[in-house]
């Protein structure tokens, strides 16, 4: 039996993302009373000569460990199916071999102070997806990798494929028009064809989840990461795909409209060659489309601040011009701030993208990519002088 405590409230927001009301009841409690008998076991323990664990607080551990274990059991073939943080685990484990029904428990010399875990969940769901195959149905145990307003990304290895995907899988609380629009993201890449636009592959309506290629890094990760050790010629290598990709995705009559460092992916391959790949088409712009409303506000991270003003139903290329200036500018200097100035044609090019005045901007992306190639041999040359 899970008793009261004072201190519940004070993990309940910490299971907030569970969407099982009494499932995340009984997370907060045990999560709860865990951390109050195992803060009373450091109290009573000398790391190195040990102590002595009182009577009631052994039994009630005691306890607290067997429904922890047989919940985890009842639930290991559910959607509820769940892990608890390493570190518990391990001091579960340990302490079962020493707690004692009566007259308490010794705590053994070798036995270490435990750190109580206050700011993240102690206890983890385990998502899984279903994948078919012509008689069987796999499931797979999912670990979340990101994700942002609209849903949650994971990965997951196919041992039929020996390789990894990952999957999208929509939030829980999503409206109809917010569901539409995911689908609609999946439907769309699914027509994209191009090595620089992340590939997907089969959609579950009834879970509102789709698999997809996994991609190792986001631009930014692999940036900042990288940064001291890319070469120019990796950098504009990684900008020429950038255009390659956007001119393609410009030419089936789409719009991305949600550009960032973290929507742009790399693909590392072991040959040592690094892909882009465009993913995350929530906010993509259709012709037909009437999910975009008058007054929709405005969303994507690199936008242009003037949308403000003419309305996110109106964007238009020279709008993804100017978040995709911000992003050549961070391949080339490393930096969110600032705008990367070795030479005065290069400061000129950032400028003409960033451009307050839509008119003054590169009205598309052969524009954009045209002025970029004529500062190839100057950004080479740039690298050339400095080491010398």
Same mark, same amino acid.
């Given at each position: 039996?899970?008793?009261?405590?004072?201190?519940?409230?004070l993990?309940?927001?910490?299971?907030?993302?569970?969407?099982?009301e009494?499932?995340?009841?009984?997370?907060?409690?045990?999560?709860?009373?865990?951390?109050?008998?195992?803060?009373y076991?450091?109290?009573?323990?000398?790391?190195?000569?040990?102590?002595?664990?009182?009577?009631?607080?052994?039994?009630?551990?005691?306890?607290?460990?067997?429904?922890?274990?047989?919940l985890?059991?009842?639930?290991?073939?559910s959607?509820?199916?769940?892990?608890?943080?390493?570190?518990?685990?391990?001091?579960?484990?340990?302490?079962r071999?020493?707690?004692?029904?009566?007259?308490?428990?010794?705590?053994?010399?070798?036995?270490?102070?435990?750190?109580?875990?206050?700011?993240?969940?102690?206890?983890?769901?385990?998502?899984?997806?279903?994948?078919?195959?012509?008689?069987?149905?796999?499931?797979?145990t999912?670990?979340?990798?990101?994700?942002?307003?609209y849903?949650t990304?994971?990965?997951?290895?196919?041992?039929?494929?020996?390789?990894?995907?990952?999957?999208?899988?929509?939030?829980?609380?999503?409206?109809?028009?917010?569901?539409?629009?995911?689908?609609n993201?999946?439907?769309?890449?699914?027509?994209?064809?191009?090595?620089?636009?992340?590939?997907?592959?089969?959609y579950?309506?009834?879970?509102?989840?789709?698999?997809?290629?996994?991609?190792d890094?986001t631009?930014e990760?692999?940036?900042?990461?990288?940064?001291?050790?890319?070469?120019?010629?990796?950098?504009?290598?990684?900008?020429?795909?950038?255009?390659?990709?956007?001119?393609?995705?410009?030419?089936?009559?789409?719009?991305?409209?949600?550009?960032?460092?973290?929507?742009?992916?790399?693909? #590392? +391959? !072991?040959?040592?060659?690094? %892909?882009? =790949?465009?993913?995350?088409? $929530? @906010?993509?712009?259709?012709? /037909?489309?009437s999910?975009?409303?008058?007054?929709?506000?405005?969303?994507?991270?690199l936008?242009?601040?003037?949308l403000?003003?003419?309305?996110?139903?109106?964007?238009?290329?020279?709008?993804?011009v100017?978040?995709?200036a911000?992003?050549v500018?961070?391949?080339?200097?490393?930096?969110?701030?600032? #705008? +990367? !100035?070795?030479?005065?044609? %290069?400061? =000129?090019?950032?400028?003409? $993208? @960033?451009?307050?005045?839509? /008119?003054?901007?590169?009205?598309?992306?052969?524009?954009?990519?045209?002025?970029?190639?004529?500062?190839?041999?100057?950004?080479?040359?740039?690298?050339?002088?400095s080491?010398?």
């Open positions: 039996m899970i008793t009261p405590s004072d201190n519940t409230s993990y309940e927001d910490l299971y907030d993302g569970i969407f099982n009494n499932l995340k009841y009984v997370f907060t409690r045990l999560h709860t009373e865990l951390n109050d008998l195992l803060q076991m450091n109290a009573r323990n000398t790391p190195g000569v040990g102590g002595h664990y009182n009577a009631v607080p052994s039994r009630k551990l005691s306890e607290l460990i067997d429904i922890y274990r047989q985890r059991a009842q639930l290991s073939n959607s509820y199916r769940f892990i608890i943080d390493p570190h518990y685990e391990d001091i579960l484990e340990r302490c071999r020493f707690l004692r029904e009566s007259n308490g428990s010794p705590i053994p010399e070798d036995f270490p102070r435990i750190d109580i875990i206050e700011y993240t969940p102690a206890f983890i769901l385990q998502d899984v997806t279903d994948v078919k195959r012509s008689q069987t149905v796999d499931s797979f999912l670990k979340s990798i990101g994700g942002g307003s849903a990304v994971y990965k997951f290895k196919d041992k039929h494929y020996n390789r990894h995907f990952a999957l999208k899988k929509a939030k829980k609380d999503l409206t109809d028009k917010e569901l539409q629009r995911f689908k993201e999946y439907l769309e890449l699914r027509k994209l064809n191009s090595p620089y636009i992340v590939e997907v592959n089969n579950n309506e009834e879970k509102s989840e789709y698999t997809m290629e996994f991609v890094s631009l990760k692999y940036i900042l990461k990288n940064n001291t050790k890319l070469s120019m010629a990796q950098r504009i290598a990684l900008i020429s795909q950038l255009f390659k990709a956007f001119s393609y995705i410009h030419g089936t009559g789409i719009l991305h409209r949600d550009i960032s460092y973290q929507n742009i992916l790399v693909k #590392i +391959y !072991d040959d040592g060659s690094n %892909i882009i =790949k465009v993913s995350d088409f $929530g @906010l993509v712009k259709l012709r /037909e489309s999910l975009t409303s008058n007054g929709s506000s405005i969303k994507g991270t936008n242009d601040p003037a403000n003003i003419v309305g996110f139903n109106n964007y238009e290329t020279r709008h993804e100017y978040a995709l911000q992003v500018n961070f391949i080339l200097s490393g930096r969110k701030l600032g #705008i +990367y !100035d070795k030479t005065e044609s %290069i400061k =000129k090019f950032i400028i003409k $993208g @960033l451009s307050p005045d839509i /008119e003054v901007r590169f009205s598309n992306m052969k524009e954009m990519s045209q002025a970029f190639q004529k500062l190839k041999s100057e950004l080479l040359s740039i690298e050339e002088e080491k010398d």
